[in-house]
Structure formats: structure tokens, C-alpha cells
């Protein structure tokens, strides 16, 4: 099977983009929460960060660029993002996607 090289190039304004699919027309809404989701990686995330905590952070901006920052804030929601990380973890695709972004936003 032959990979289009095309398809895995960043895009210098949207880099999540890539991971979506291309058959999906995005609105204008969804495209603001992903360059939110996107301004808040590349603050948070460290070369120093660990997998999983790097993951954590991954799973906690998603959240807030999904819901608002107050969101993650609330009580119980450490639980779900655990949970969310673990899962994330133990399968191999979300693992190398998840790598992936931490690879690119990572300072």
C-alpha cells in the first residue's frame, strides 16, 4: 500500500489538520477550537514532558478548545482525562498520533 506523501505535509497555518479527514468539510466554529487546541500546545507542551504527560496535556487542551477552559477545571474531570490518556495509550493508532503531535509542538 503506497502512502501519498502529499497527505502528511504540515500545513503551516493549520497542523492538526492532516489527522482529519479530508472528506469532512469543516466549519468555521470547529476550525477556531482546533487553532485554539493548536496555540495552547505549542505553550504547554516540553521536550521535557514525559508520554503521558505530554498526552495529559494533549487530552486537557482538547477538552478546553472542545468546551471551555473552565471545563477542565471542574470537579471530576481529572478522572475522565486519565481515563481518556489511558485509552489513548493502549491503542497503537491513537499512541503514534498522539506522538506525532507531541514530536511537532514540543519546545
Known amino acids: 500500500m503506497e502512502m501519498d506523501l502529499q497527505e502528511h505535509r504540515w500545513s503551516s497555518k493549520r497542523e ?12 468555521e466554529k470547529e476550525i477556531k477550537k482546533i ?12 521536550k ?4 503521558d ?19 477542565v477545571k471542574a470537579k471530576g474531570v481529572d478522572a475522565m482525562i486519565k481515563t481518556i490518556v489511558s485509552g ?3 491503542d497503537n493508532t491513537l499512541r503514534k498520533q498522539a506522538l506525532l503531535i507531541i514530536d511537532r509542538f514540543a519546545k
Open 16 to 27: 492538526i489538520l492532516p489527522f482529519l479527514s479530508k472528506e469532512k468539510e469543516l466549519e
Open 35 to 46: 487553532e485554539l487546541f493548536e496555540a495552547g500546545l505549542k505553550n504547554e507542551i516540553k
Open 53 to 71: 504527560d505530554a498526552v495529559t496535556k494533549i487530552v486537557r487542551m482538547a477538552l478546553a478548545a472542545e468546551f471551555t477552559p473552565s471545563f
Open 48 to 51: 521535557a514532558d514525559t508520554v
Open 88 to 90: 489513548i495509550m493502549s
